[in-house]
Nanobody, 126 residues
Framework: DVQLVESGGGSVQTGGSLRLACSAS????????LGWFRQAPGREREGVAS???????NYADAVKGRFSISEDHAKYTLYLQMSSLEPGDTAMYYC?????????????????????WGQGTQVTVS
């Protein structure tokens, strides 16, 4: 399985920015779906953004215009640039990957789609 390690979380004030990174190791697939998820205490894990091999991106409505997902294939690293952060963005953030595509529209948000997960990095906005 692919191993994923997130980094870049921390505590910021409202309106601040953070960039999360997710480093991958292990089997590298020619096609893949990469996703960022978050989970706040007492809430279900929710999809934040995804990116596919062809560069197609998806974003949750709550983060559109504020977050940007990208990848550096040469470094096997996924990024999430987060700007204009709000207290509602406070959560543990996870990266995940699945060989193949992100599936039909909307499927990218489903945690069950992904078979490899990182351990998470905490983001706190106050």
């Amino acid at each position: 399985d692919v191993q994923l390690v997130e980094s870049g979380g921390g505590s910021v004030q409202t309106g601040g920015s953070l960039r999360l990174a997710c480093s991958a190791s292990g089997p590298i697939y020619s096609r893949y779906c990469l996703g960022w998820f978050r989970q706040a205490p007492g809430r279900e894990r929710e999809g934040v953004a995804s990116i596919e091999t062809d560069g197609t991106t998806n974003y949750a409505d709550a983060v559109k215009g504020r977050f940007s997902i990208s990848e550096d294939h040469a470094k096997y690293t996924l990024y999430l640039q987060m700007s204009s952060l709000e207290p509602g963005d406070t959560a543990m953030y996870y990266c995940a990957t699945e060989p193949g595509t992100c599936g039909p529209p909307g499927w990218w948000k489903l945690p069950s789609l992904y078979n490899s997960w990182g351990q998470g990095t905490q983001v706190t906005v106050s």
